[in-house]
């Protein structure tokens, strides 16, 4: 047994990172595309409206984030080491778009004169973190330039024509769970608004989709390879089929004014897209040299964070799914004030 946890725990771990990374991306990309929406808001009451659908939720949101963040460092610290001065500039700016949103999202009610100072900062915040988060997407597929085991780049190798269309794509994406949002919490003339958000943005995330995946198999020869091997294709044809399925649902949701349709099939687009993500990729953790097994940190110490790992994310799940039953019908002033 102590033969196979060398194998076996990266394998635990790299799943539970994903399924963190996902859940943020999921949850906290709605709430920030409503802060990329803001300044587009019909009328000051309906930006009070967004403010007030997100506010008991988006604290928690931010949980998946730190999962991730503190789960890379404890599991996988040699893919830690590589990234973070990889991505120093795009994570320093989305930290500081969280932050400037953050404050903003506290102080906005609070003060009528500069009210509309807080509705800036908190817009602005929230593209700046999307775009980053994108950014950063865009520069990990693309992968990082590393000399013996250590980042050898630049400060701005982040920054390439790759990266800066996966900012753009990702903004879109969060826009499009936003306008999902909207349309299950909204009043009615509001989510009017969101009906037509969605239907644009789904355009946007669509062309997005099939630029991606014409692009990424000529990034590194092993993608190209992976995914137009006649076996493979078979294989793993579901996910672009399944993906065409969410589209035509989606549209057909928006098109029929069905109120939880757009929201789902918007969450089921990022998970296949998340799939196709993890097929090109796995098992590297720092494409395209490094695997999971490799940054893995010892065994003994993996298998000591699994324990409290097990009890704990289910308890965050579950406090998560639990918060959402209760207040997804809190009155508007009582959520946000």
Known sequence: MSQLLPIFLPLVWAAILALGVFLYVLLGGYDLGLGVLFPLAPSHRDRDAMMASVSPFWDGNETWLVLGGGGLLAAFPLAYSVMLPALYIPLILMLLG???RGVAFEFRFKSSRFRWAWDLA???GSILAALMQGGAIGAFVQ????TDNKFSGGAFDWLSPFSMVTAIAVLS?????SAGWLIMKADEALRDWAYSVARYALIAVTL????????TPFLHPEIAARW??????????PVPLLTAVAVLGLWRGISTRQRYAPFLWGAAIFLLCYIGLAISLFPYIIPP???????????DSQLFMLYGAVPLLPIILGYTAYSYYVLWDAPESDAYH
């Open 173 to 177: 994406g969060y826009v499009l769970l």
């Open 143 to 146: 992968g990082f330039a590393v």
């Open 98 to 100: 969280l932050i400037l």
């Open 228 to 237: 137009f091997s006649p076996g493979n294709m078979v294989m793993f044809s």
């Open 289 to 299: 040299d490094i695997t999971i097994w490799q940054a893995a940190a010892a065994p």
């Open 208 to 215: 997005f989709i099939v630029v991606f995946s014409l692009w």
């Open 122 to 124: 908190f817009a602005g």
